[in-house]
């Protein structure tokens, strides 16, 4: 059984398109996280979600809109879509506090704006 | 803030030399570190992390880490390396208080067979 799953595992779409990327976790845990991961394998968290609230926006484009519809799914949607974003993108799960803050990641999905 | 810094973005070795790769992070306080290894076209994973008790910590795969609190690092070793630890290395900080784990930039490692 996968613990953190995305779907799709591959994006290619034109400038200026909508598109969302799924994350679900079945691990039980109560945060989850976006990463963009750029081709110089940088890795930079772009929201955190704990109990689907938001608590962290590190100052990503309002282009980008995470949903969360239950503890267990973070979505990721993205408007008007630039060049700029191609990239891989990272879901994570955690839970916070003790020794239980190891983050599990997803597969990825390598986005590409043509 | 905290930071995180990896002194090494690229480290090529031959099969067998040893590893050490360079992890120091700004924050004073009580910190809990992590070492995630990405290995070619794959997502993180969890290498070792470091919560209390022994700062010699064991992951997998032969590699292991050293806290040292009075210099703020977290380095970590792998005595003799082989071609399939070739990957990305990154290394992560995260304080009690803070939503979130720093990362590191990372560091590429290839292993020349």
């Known amino acids: 059984d996968t613990a953190v799953s995305q779907t799709p595992k591959y994006l290619v779409t034109q400038m200026g398109n909508d598109k969302s990327i799924k994350c679900e976790q079945n691990?039980?845990?109560?945060?989850m996280y976006w990463y963009k991961q750029d081709s110089k394998k940088f890795l930079k968290i772009m929201f955190s979600?704990?109990?689907?609230?938001?608590?962290i926006n590190e100052t990503v484009p309002n282009r980008f809109s995470p949903k969360s519809p239950d503890k267990a799914h973070l979505n990721l949607h993205i408007n008007s879509l630039e060049l700029g974003d191609s990239a891989v993108y990272f879901c994570a799960s955690s839970q916070a506090g003790g020794d239980t803050d190891t983050q599990y990641f997803g597969p990825g999905t390598r986005l590409t704006v043509l | 803030a905290q930071s995180v810094s990896q002194h090494n973005h690229h480290v090529i070795l031959s099969e067998a030399a040893s590893l050490e790769l360079g992890c120091n992070y700004s924050y004073g306080g009580t910190v809990n570190l992590f070492w995630y290894v990405q290995y070619p076209g794959q997502h993180l994973q969890l290498l070792l992390k470091y919560f209390s008790g022994d700062p010699l910590v064991k992951g997998i795969k032969g590699f292991e880490a050293e806290f040292i609190k009075s210099k703020f690092s977290f380095n970590l070793r792998k005595p003799s390396v082989q071609w399939s630890d070739t990957a990305e290395y990154f290394c992560?900080?995260?304080?009690?208080?803070?939503?979130?784990?720093?990362f590191g930039d990372g560091t590429t490692l290839t292993v020349k067979p």
């Open positions: 691990l039980g845990h109560d945060t």
């Open positions: 979600y704990n109990n689907k609230e938001l608590i």
């Open positions: 992560a900080v995260k304080t009690p208080n803070a939503g979130k784990s720093t």
